[in-house]
């Protein structure tokens, strides 16, 4: 297959005032596409071309550098769109909120554990929520990887790169990790990926 970009799946302007029109504007019309168009040139030729993401993002993964850079990033940025929706944070669903008190103790304390992962991330990557051997664990990596390299899979993600809060936060990663849970989550599409890793 070959990667294409999708289309947000809201306005630019429509997760304002926690994530500027700006930033979505370099973010997903730039970096995001550079990704899908990079990944396709690095895909040619290669033995994945006619794989299914997934399986190139786990394929190349430690075996080519530049491909795996691309396609991983191209993986996290499709559901990233998705984490998020205007009106987001607020009521979790109810599978989603037992699978969290059963991996943490508490809601909040899945909270704090997640955001911890993307503060204490060190330089650019991602914090994660993913099902690891049937329960949910807060993970962080580096650069374009995720927990589908890890032996885990992601229900939630956020990206840590600077271009993904610098215009709006600047420095200030931790304030963006809050505005990201309180006010951005799309828990409803965190539940569909819990309810395909857990069947
Ligand atoms: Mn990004």
Redesign the pocket.
Known sequence: MSFTLPDLPYAHDALQPFMSRETLEY?HDK??LAYVNNGNNLLKGTEWEGKSLEEIVKGSFGKNAGLFNNAG?HYN?LH?WKWMKPNGGGKIPGAVEKALVDGFGSVEKAKEDFIAAGTTQFGSGWGWLAVKDGKVVAMKTPNGESPLVHGATPILGV?V?E??YYIDYRNRRPDYLKAFVESMVNWDYVAELYAAATK
């Open positions: 973010h970096h995001h990033q940025h990233f990206d790169w271009h993904s």
